[in-house]
């Protein structure tokens, strides 16, 4: 058998059959098949553990000396070594490349397409996870209570439209109207640089719309959490012009 990196170990029922996978099919695998030997009580299984790329072990080891829980803000030196690792991540880094019929256009869409995610790791003072999002697909508005959150988009073309409050949290009640100032409102194609959001500034509110299909890896420190008050929150943006008038008249 011939193994260029780890994978998956099958085992048939009466064939000892040994394959290795890999999730998007760019390398070829040669298979080993044993007759069972009827003498032998017992076979030996061989178990191949898949390596893990150096730049996410990085990313790991690095997140677990930097987040230190809630409302915690790395300091600027940290940010930006987390953002020159994420920086150099690369599909083929988390299993994924273009080549997947995930990541072709349809060009048509007959139902509302469903955002899927799937978590890399987590623990109380981070998590690493990638969202997928089919074309026209939507993460509404949305926020990131106490949180610093670092997001790469690694695959596709992606409109993105975020806000800070204005006003202080503690202002305004909950369920009124809050002014938000418009921080970001563009198309971005992979690959681009990391951003970087943070409690109160940087885009903490945001939405994605896929215009091609995406793939964003975000890592969150803190993760949400409802145990800790750490929810997140939906929100449905104005203009400011529809109540400035208002107001005037």
């Known amino acids: 058998m011939t193994v ?3 994978g ?6 009466n064939n000892i059959t040994t394959t290795v996978k890999h999730v998007n099919n ?6 080993k098949t044993e007759k069972k030997n009827r003498s032998y009580k017992k076979m030996r299984r061989e178990v191949v553990f898949p390596r893990v790329p150096d730049v996410l072990q990085q990313l790991f080891v690095s997140c677990t000396q930097i987040f230190r829980g809630p409302g915690f803000v790395p300091p600027a030196s940290d940010v930006n070594k987390l953002c020159d690792i994420i920086d150099k991540m690369k599909p083929e880094d988390v299993g994924l490349s273009k080549n997947l019929q995930f990541f072709k256009p349809t060009g048509s869409v007959n139902r509302t397409p469903r955002v899927t995610y799937t978590t890399i790791y987590q623990c109380d003072q981070f998590s690493l996870c990638i969202f ?5 697909a939507v993460i509404p508005l949305h926020n990131h209570p106490e949180m610093t959150v670092f997001s790469k988009l690694l695959l596709g073309k992606m409109h993105i439209k975020s806000y800070d409050w204005v006003e202080p949290k503690d202002s305004i009640p ?4 809050r002014l938000a100032r418009l921080k ?6 992979a690959p681009c640089n990391t951003s970087v959001l943070y409690p109160t500034t940087g885009g903490n509110i945001h939405q994605f719309t896929a215009v091609t299909p995406c793939a964003v890896l975000d890592v969150l420190g803190p993760p949400y959490s409802k145990e800790d008050d750490r929810d997140c929150s939906y929100y449905k943006d104005f203009p400011y012009s529809a109540f400035s008038s208002k107001s005037s008249r």
Request: net charge positive.
């Open 4 to 6: 260029e990196t780890g």
């Open 8 to 13: 998956l170990v099958g085992q048939s029922k």
């Open 26 to 31: 760019r390398v070829r695998y040669g298979n």
């Open 132 to 136: 997928f999002l089919p074309e026209t």
């Open 174 to 177: 909950p369920s009124k109207l």
């Open 184 to 189: 970001a409102n563009s198309v971005y194609t």
